[in-house]
Nanobody, 128 residues
Framework: QVQLVESGGGLVQPGGSLRLSCAASGFTFSSAYMSWFRQAPGKEREFVAHITGGITNVYYAYYEDSVKGRFAISRDNAKNTVYLQMNMLKPEDTATYYC??????????????????WGQGTQVTVSS
C-alpha cells in the first residue's frame, strides 16, 4: 500500500523558514521521481519543486520561478523521505503543500495529472 505522509507545516512570519518532510512507503522510493505542489483556497494546484530519481545517485532539482533561490528540494533515500526547505517565506506562499510521486522519468513533471501518488497535504500559513 503506497503512502505519502507530509509533515512540518505551520504558521510562520514573513521572512521565516520551514522544512517540510514527506515520508514514503509502499514503493521503491530511491528510483521514484518526487515533487512538491501547493494549493491555495480557490486556486488550482500548482507545481513548486521536483527532484529526479533513478539508480545513479545523481539527482537534479527543478523549481517554479517564484520559489527559485528561496526553496530547496532534497531527498534521503535511506529514510525514504523527500524534503522541502522553504526560506524567506512570503504571504503568497500560504497554501496546503502536497508531495507527489511518479515511478518514471517524465518531462511533464509540472503537471499534477502526471503523478500516481499523493500525500494528504500539510498547511503552511505565512502571516504576521
Amino acid at each position: 500500500q503506497v503512502q505519502l505522509v507530509e509533515s512540518g507545516g505551520g504558521l510562520v512570519q514573513p521572512g521565516g523558514s520551514l522544512r517540510l518532510s514527506c515520508a514514503a512507503s509502499g514503493f521503491t522510493f530511491s528510483s521514484a521521481y518526487m515533487s512538491w505542489f501547493r494549493q491555495a483556497p480557490g486556486k488550482e494546484r500548482e507545481f513548486v519543486a521536483h527532484i529526479t530519481g533513478g539508480i545513479t545517485n545523481v539527482y537534479y532539482a527543478y523549481y517554479e520561478d517564484s520559489v527559485k533561490g528561496r526553496f530547496a528540494i532534497s531527498r534521503d533515500n535511506a529514510k525514504n523521505t523527500v524534503y522541502l526547505q522553504m526560506n524567506m517565506l512570503k504571504p503568497e506562499d500560504t497554501a496546503t503543500y502536497y508531495c507527489a510521486a511518479v515511478p518514471d522519468n517524465t518531462p511533464r513533471f509540472e503537471s499534477p495529472s502526471t503523478y500516481n501518488y499523493w500525500g494528504q497535504g500539510t498547511q503552511v500559513t505565512v502571516s504576521s
